[in-house]
Each structure stands twice: as C-alpha cells, then as structure tokens.
C-alpha cells in the first residue's frame, strides 16, 4: 500500500523499483499513476481492511451521510486524497504514454485502515493541526472514508481516479463546465475537517491583526494630511475623539452603500455561474459592475452640476472612513453570528478554528448570501472599489485644483487617477474574472474581506492621489511617457493573465486554449503550465505589481508615504501567493509539485 503524497490515505500499489541515491521507490498505482515514494509511506497490504463495493453506490446514501459531521468527516478526508494526483504534462493532444496507460487502467479499490479519529468539536482544531503535521511530515497515520474505497463502473469513468480520462484531457470540443463540478464534487472536502494551516499567525495573529489593521488606516489618514509626512512620526498628533465621529457621514456612507445595493440587484446585465462548490451546485452572480460604475459617474456628474460640494470627501475623509469603519465591523460581527447556523458545506476551509476571534477576523462562511445577494462579492466589487475612485479620487482632483489654483489637475495627479481608474474600471468590466479567484472561491467572509472591502481600499488605496493634492509633484514628458508605458505593460500582463486563467478554468476545452499545456491533476481540474501561466505562478501579481509601480512614481521620492500602497502590495502578494501555494499543494498534491518544478519562479522571472 502506497501513500498518496500530500495525504493520510494508502492505496494498493506495485513497487517498480527503487533508486539507491535517492532513497525513493518508484511504485504505481493501479489507475496507472507512476509515483516516487519514500520507504516509510509504502506499507505491507496486510492490515488494511477491503469493503463491499455495494455499501457505497446509492448516490442517496451518500448525501444522507454527509450530512452527518462523522461521517462527513470521514468522506472528505479520503476524497482530499483522492484530489491528490499525479500528474503528467501534456498538450492538448495527450500523450500516447498516458493513453497507453489508460488503456490498462484497472480498477482501483481503495482500502485505508481505520485510525483517524473523528473529529470532535471540543478539540476538532488539535485534531487539525495534528493531520496536518501527519500530512506535512509524512506520518503513517492512515485515514478513512468508506465511501472512497468503492467505485462504480460510472464513477470510474467519469475519471474519480483518473481523471486523465475527462474531457479537458485533449478533446477540444467545447464542454459545459460540467467535468470540474463533477470533479469538485468527487474531491471537495468538508470545511470543518481538513486540516487547513492557520493563516496571519494564527489566533494571536488576529488579535495583532484585528487592532493594527485600523490603527494603520488611522495612521495614514493623519499622516497625508501632514506638510511633512513620514512614516517615522509616530504617534502621529491625535485629533480629540469627538473629531471621529460625524453622523452625516455615517448618513453617506450608508446611502452609498444602499445606492450601489439597488443598482447591484437591478435585473441588468450579465448573470454568470461562480466555480462549483463542495456541493456541487454554481451559485448565480449578476455581473453588472460595469452598469454601476457607469450609473455612479453620471450620479456624480449631476450632483457636480448640481453645485454639491464634492469636497467634503476630502475634508471629511476622517469620518468618512471611522463610519465605514463602523460598518465593517457590525457587518463581520453579523457574518461572524450567521456563519455559527450554516451548513458545514457553506463553511469556507480555514476560518473555523474553533478559536471566535481568528474565525471572526478570517471569516467563516463562504458565500454568505440574503437570498440571492451575495454579501462578499458585493462587498469586494462595489461600495468600496468604486467608492475609491468613484468617490475620493475623483474628488482629490477637484480639491487638487482649487487647493493649488490650477487650471487643470497636476499631470502626476492626472496619472495617478487615471491609472487606478482604469484599474477600477477594467476590474468590473471583467467581473466575472473574480469569480475564479481565492477570495471567491476559498476565503471565507468575515472581518478581514468587510475591512479589506469597505474601509482599506477606498481609504488607503487613495493615499496616492490624496498626497498629491499637498504635495504636487510635476512630471516631465518623458516622465509621463515612461510611466505610461510601465502602466501599459502592467496592465496588459495582469489583464491577458486573469483573462486566460479565467477563460480556462470555465471551460478548459476551450478550442482558443488548445495551444496551452497543461498539467492534469486528480481533482479533474488541470493546471495551465505554458502561455502566462508557464512563465511564473502568478503572472497576474506581476502585472499587478508593475502598475502599482506605475501609480506610485508620480508621487515622486521625496516621501515613504505615498509609497505606502506599493510596500503593503509586495507584502499581500507574496503572502498571498504562499498562502495559494499551500491551498494548491492541499489540493492537487503531487501534479503541483510537478508544476512547481517546471514553472520555478513564484511572481518575478528568474528573481523571485
Ligand atoms: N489590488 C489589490 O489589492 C489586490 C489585487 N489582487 C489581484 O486579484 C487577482 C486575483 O488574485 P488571487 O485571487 O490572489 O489569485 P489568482 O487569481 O491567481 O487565483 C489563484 C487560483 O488560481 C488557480 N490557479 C493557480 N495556478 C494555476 C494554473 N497554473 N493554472 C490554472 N489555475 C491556476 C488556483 O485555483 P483553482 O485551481 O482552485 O482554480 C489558485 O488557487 C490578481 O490579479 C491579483 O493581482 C489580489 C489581491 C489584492
Ligand atoms: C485588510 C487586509 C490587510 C487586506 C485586505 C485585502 C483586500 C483589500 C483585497 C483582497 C483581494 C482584493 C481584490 C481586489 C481589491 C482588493 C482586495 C479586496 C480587486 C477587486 C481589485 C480590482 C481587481 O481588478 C480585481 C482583480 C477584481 C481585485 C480582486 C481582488
């Protein structure tokens, strides 16, 4: 019995050979998987039980199990193992290597042993943490999911296994996403029993997190305002409380919200179908950004020939951003409460420590929704990314005008605000991108994503353009040309690598794809490893990165300050990206170990 990398589970394997220098035995499995093995993960057959294929086949036995946390429990810890694969590269063609294998294919009866202990709601995140040593360190601990151990002849076939066999594995026809939701039923483990690594240091981290997060915007807010910036006068002169608060603002805020609430629930535009979920089902979202950026523009347009004063964004930046602030926080403490009555199945992975305060800071509820509104994506597309330019930054450059007697906004406050404006606006006019991204599909929503959404990016994202209204930087024409071109080349890199990954994973038949290579996973689900994706693990932070490049440089040297976004960016991304490599590492096992070695740099060619 073979271990599979990345899990507890064993499966019947026939030993190959064994390479001296390396130490590893080459086995494979009996769905034709070759693998490499260490000795401690190879076992004597004798001692793993065998079951009755027959207990498992009612497809309405298995739903009623699942619905019982032990035996949930047990289910999905053996379907993660199924999700671990091995992996081959291939073209669109596949390979006659694979296919010679396939042919031979043989029944694939899995039988681990019984020991895992079942998971317990008073030390489940022990238990937790305790798997994923045992996963990470290669223990011998072996787990169980009866279900797993049988296969019908059907679910064979739809490539539980082997999923070297579906679809996406070279037919170019064009297919419903119908393969990945049958593979994400078949892999998709509980969220309340996989061992999931606790992320931003854990449960003190959230603590640290919870009052840094808004000290820092604080900070900021305080310090843009200041004639001499500098990160490194701290504490910045703290204005008296009552300066806080300011109930009109909480009053805007709130209409903001609910305005772009109503536009976000008008029966236009684009209904799009999100990843599947562990249920197998596809949530609806109404991809109508682009309609309510546009709706805002011209909203704001007519409150400015209306003569409202636009300024007071600016002058009351303060409470604006304590009221959403407010709001952010009564909004996780709602999604903290809710998340406590769902379904295991609505439970993100990660954010169910157990512990109240990492579950309220990370989030626990995948897709919390009130009937068919989805608070995340709204929350992430709308109030705050359009707020943020919509709102603040076109506001600073009225402000930038009347506060520096110009005619016309400097060419640096120009650049910043189109920039981040294209960036807003390309954002939403792709929206349905961000369905297949790891806030969408994995995170759960809780006080990090409200915060994020709601008072980070229209409050912090700004510091650029709100800098700029104190501190006019003028830019040279070659300046402004070079910066525009970095821009471009940002954004064509972030754009063209979203748009690929997205186009992919909603249909990997895709006939406009065929020329990419993939690398197959288990799950059912391959992995683009040529065009951006072959050239770096994220291709979309590189781009990203460039443009925030691109946006600080007009702010010049002189001040850290507005290079805030750019330092925070670096950071988000390269934790996000370990957090992605270890979320894919869960979930694809070997064949992302294999993607890893033929893609080797994370987010920066040959650098990093
Ligand atoms: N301005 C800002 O503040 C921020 C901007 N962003 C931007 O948002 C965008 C989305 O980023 P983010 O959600 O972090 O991550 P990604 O869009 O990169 O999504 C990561 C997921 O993509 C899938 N994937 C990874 N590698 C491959 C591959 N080789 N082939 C196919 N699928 C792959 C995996 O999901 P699976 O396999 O399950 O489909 C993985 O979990 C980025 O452009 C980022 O720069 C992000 C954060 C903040
Ligand atoms: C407060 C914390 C330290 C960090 C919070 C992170 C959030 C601010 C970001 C997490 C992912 C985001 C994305 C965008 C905005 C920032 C947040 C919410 C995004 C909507 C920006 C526009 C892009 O085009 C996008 C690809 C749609 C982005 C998706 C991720």
């Known amino acids: 019995m073979g271990r599979w990398p990345g899990s507890s589970l064993y499966y019947e394997v026939k030993v190959l050979g064994f390479d001296a220098k390396s130490q590893l035995y080459t086995v494979i499995y009996k769905d034709g998987t070759e693998l490499e093995l260490k000795e401690q993960d190879i076992k004597s057959a004798s001692g793993f039980q065998t079951r009755s294929r027959s207990r498992s086949r009612s497809p309405g036995r298995r739903r009623s199990r699942s619905r ?33 294998k396939l042919k031979d294919t043989v029944e694939v009866t ?23 040593k045992e996963d990470n360190n290669t223990s011998n601990k072996v787990n169980e999911k009866p279900e797993a151990k049988v296969q019908t002849e059907s679910e064979k076939n ?27 039923i078949a892999v998709a483990p509980a969220a309340s029993t996989l061992s999931t690594p606790l992320d931003f240091g854990g449960k003190i981290g959230a603590y640290f997190w919870l009052l840094f997060l808004p000290a820092w915007v604080l900070f900021l807010i305080l310090q843009v305002n200041l004639v001499d910036p500098s990160l490194v006068n701290f504490p910045p002169p703290l204005p008296p409380l009552e300066a806080f608060w300011d109930a009109q603002a909480l009053g ?123 608070l995340k994506f709204f929350c992430e597309m709308r109030p705050g990314l359009i707020g943020w330019v919509g709102n603040a930054t076109q506001n600073l450059c009225f402000k930038n005008i009347f506060q520096q007697g110009l005619d016309t906004p400097s060419n640096s406050m120009i650049l910043v ?27 759960g929503f809780g006080f990090m994503l409200a915060f994020g959404d709601l008072v980070w990016v229209p409050f912090t994202y700004t510091i ?30 972030f754009r063209k ?20 290579k993939t690398i197959h996973t288990a799950t059912g689900k391959s992995l683009l490893v040529s065009g951006w994706w072959g050239v770096v693990r994220h291709p979309n932070y590189l781009g990203d990165l460039i443009m925030a490049l691109a946006w600080s440089l007009p702010c010049g040297f002189s001040h850290l300050l507005p290079w805030y976004y750019m330092i925070f960016f670096i950071i988000l991304l390269v934790h996000r990206d370990s957090r992605d490599m270890s979320e894919c590492r869960r979930k694809y096992g070997s064949a992302w170990e294999e993607y890893c070695r033929t893609v080797r740099y994370r987010i920066i060619p040959h650098v990093y």
């Not at 690598?497 to 990419?516: Q, T, V």
Request: charge should be positive.
């Open 110 to 132: 899995l039988s681990p042993l019984p020991q895992a202990a079942e998971n317990n709601s008073n030390n489940r995140h022990e238990k937790k943490e305790e798997k994923q």
């Open 417 to 443: 605000n189109l920039f981040q404006l294209l960036y807003v606006v390309d954002g939403l006019w792709n929206e349905e991108a961000i369905l297949t991204t790891m806030d969408l599909m994995h995170d």
């Open 497 to 516: 690598s979203n748009s690929e990954k997205n186009a992919f994973r909603r249909n990997p038949s895709d006939p406009k794809l065929s020329y990419l």
């Open 464 to 493: 650029q353009a709100y800098y700029l209204v104190s501190h006019p930087i003028p830019l040279s024409l070659p300046a402004v040309i070079a910066i525009v071109i970095l821009k471009i080349i940002g954004f064509y890199i």
């Open 158 to 184: 739809q490539g539980r296994y082997n999923l070297r066999r579906r679809k996406d594995d070279g037919d170019t026809k064009p297919v419903e996403a119908k393969p990945e939701k049958e593979a994400k």
């Open 252 to 374: 805007f805020v709130t209409l903001w919200i609910l305005f772009q609430a109503v536009l976000y629930v008008l029966p236009v535009g684009k209904v799009s179908e999100g990843m599947p979920l562990r249920s197998g089902e596809r949530l609806k979202y109404r991809t109508n950004g682009f309609f309510a950026i546009v709706v805002s523009a011209v909203a704001v347009a007519v409150m400015v020939h209306q003569d409202v004063d636009l300024t007071y964004i600016h002058s009351h930046f303060l409470q604006l951003a304590t009221a959403s602030f407010l709001i952010s926080v009564l909004l996780s403490i709602y999604l903290y409460v809710r998340s406590r009555y769902v379904g295991q199945e609505q439970l993100a992975l990660g954010g169910n420590s157990g512990n109240v305060i990492y579950d309220f800071f990370k989030g626990h509820e995948l897709n919390p929704r009130i009937q068919d509104f989805d």
């Open 68 to 100: 019982s946390p032990g035996r949930t429990t047990r289910r999905s810890s053996s379907r993660t193992a199924a999700a671990v694969a091995a992996a081959a590269i291939t073209d669109s063609a596949p390979s006659s290597r694979r296919d010679t």
